[in-house]
């Protein structure tokens, strides 16, 4: 059997980084993002490049698909030049260099010097530029000047180095305020469509099918608290068939400060693989889209600890009698 390294929980750890958080955030400024790897991540990035092509409606994707020009460009100016090439020519009226560009790396080691030079390249001349790579890079630590985002996956094996890539590009479809399609049969409607209500102006779609349920108190008994760092205890009451039941028309985020990145490990694990393993061993997982340390965009709120705000004079009276 393969090792996946526990690749799921990899991928939540990895979206709630800073680091990605950032990327996000370039993502949404830029309107062209040109996509370059080698072997099998060159696979990951046109297949990538193209998904998010079709699926996104406010940004546009491009990889170096042509057979011709890369073995063209190899035999003349050499395999290390092979996507620099490719891009000075997509930069031949200045689309690149216009404020509104990414380049975007996919490499598992992280070393490929033909996408080291384009990192470069790009960050020379005020490209936004980042890396998605399996390890930490060490030829980008010659170059410390570059503005490069790295998005480390620190996984061992190629092959979870490209799932975990091509996750990546598919919560991009997300992040821009799109939805990757789900597969139906015409004689088979499948789920209903997961809209709750109108989204609100300058939000994200994710608002309308999102609920967010609290995971202590609400799922996970936690009866003795804290206690050893463990998670101990079991399943509240009817938790699993609601949660089974609302997974149906919603996409499930559990929100837990056991998640925060800062907690201490517990028997080698961090907060969050402890709590999908958790969801895992309960019968959860598969109705559980993400775990989170933060507040997550939702339509409704589900938690042992909340109070429903209407206004101030109510709220202060509510907190002055609970402290009396």
Known sequence: MIETENIESKFHSLINKKVWNDFCEDLKEVDDVYVIGNGGSW????????DNFKMTSNKRFFSLDSQSFITAAANDWGYDNVFLSWLERMNKN???????????????????????????WGSDNKVKTALITGRASEKLKSHPNLNTREVVLDVDYYHNAEILSLWLFYEMVHVVGNECPEIRRKDQPGKKKQTTKKIRKHSYPDE??????????????????FYDGTIYDSPVDGSLE???EISKKHNIVVYTAKAKPDRPLVNGKTGQELVWEWLENNGFGEYV???TSEKPRAAFYIDDKAYRFENWKDTMDFLSKESE
């Not at 200045?94 to 470069?120: P, T, W």
């Not at 309308?208 to 608290?225: A, L, M, Q």
């Open 43 to 50: 696979a990951i990035a046109t297949h990538g490049a193209n």
């Open 94 to 120: 200045g689309d690149i260099f216009n404020g509104r560009s990414m380049i975007l790396g996919v490499s598992s080691s992280g070393n490929s010097e033909n996408i080291a030079k384009c990192l470069k």
């Open 208 to 225: 309308t099918v999102n609920i967010g349920i609290d995971f202590d108190g609400v799922i996970h008994r936690c009866s003795k608290g």
């Open 242 to 244: 609601a949660v089974k």
């Open 289 to 291: 889209s993400e775990v």
